[in-house]
């Protein structure tokens, strides 16, 4: 498999605030990696699809320039969530496509908006 | 992308076996069904995948009948670790292509 792992598991910031989020492949390298955002009690929304050393694919409705998404190497892609309100709080998983295509994600990181 | 069809939620107790079938009635000739099951607060964690007829893996058997048109992960003798939401998935198993999440199965364990 692959494994992933994503940090910080939990970040509080304020309003207005700009917050990073990381996801690594530990064992696996990876092309392409995909983030997905779930509100509570809800099913995994695809956000965008990050490939390394080009730019991200967003999904429609998701603004690019709000979530943005580096993947500067084969092991590390990065969410950054710019002016962050309130309604951007959510659980953010990331996900990486290992051997045979199977597709492996991270323990997810919780984002709250104060 | 193929829809898929999952009953909301399931009860069952400790011991039991439990099938939950998920309906995908215009899967691709190329797509794979894939399950994940997901506990609060984690990530999804792959369960397993298959084509057609039978596939079994150390945690799960997936049946896949001969129209691909349904599928059904079944559980041996649960337990109450097993609460968690199922998720059944169709789609191409090829580089690049993200999984698309329905609403999944909540399946509740109990002693």
């Known amino acids: 498999g692959a494994v992933v792992s994503q940090h910080p598991s939990r970040v509080i910031c304020k309003s207005g605030t700009s917050v990073k989020i990381e996801c690594r492949s530990l064992d696996f390298q990876a092309t392409t990696m995909f983030w997905y955002r779930q509100f509570p009690k809800q099913s995994l929304m695809l956000m965008a699809t990050?490939?390394?050393?080009?730019?991200?694919?967003?999904e429609q409705g998701v603004e690019k320039d709000k979530f943005l998404i580096n993947h500067a190497s084969l092991t590390l892609s990065t969410l950054t969530v710019t002016s962050a309100h309130p309604e951007d709080s959510s659980f953010y998983i990331c996900?990486?496509?290992?051997?045979?295509?199977?597709?492996?994600f991270g323990e997810g990181s919780w984002l709250t908006v104060v | 992308l193929a829809k898929t069809t999952q009953p909301v939620s399931m009860d069952s107790y400790e011991g039991q076996e439990v099938n939950i079938t998920c309906s995908h009635n215009?899967?691709?000739?190329?797509?794979?069904i894939t399950w994940y099951q997901q506990f609060p607060s984690q990530g999804p964690r792959f369960i397993i995948q298959?084509?057609?007829t039978k596939v079994t893996n150390e945690v799960a058997s997936l049946f896949i009948p001969a129209d691909r048109k349904s599928s059904t992960l079944s559980l041996p003798r649960v337990s109450l670790s097993d609460t968690a939401v199922y998720y059944c998935?169709?789609?191409?198993?090829?580089?690049?292509?993200?999984?698309?999440f329905g609403k999944g199965t909540t399946l509740s364990v109990s002693s």
């Open positions: 215009n899967i691709a000739t190329n797509d794979y």
């Open positions: 990050s490939n390394e050393g080009s730019k991200a694919t967003y």
């Open positions: 998935l169709v789609g191409l198993n090829q580089a690049g292509t993200a999984l698309i």
């Open positions: 298959g084509y057609k």
């Open positions: 996900s990486v496509q290992g051997i045979g295509n199977t597709i492996y």
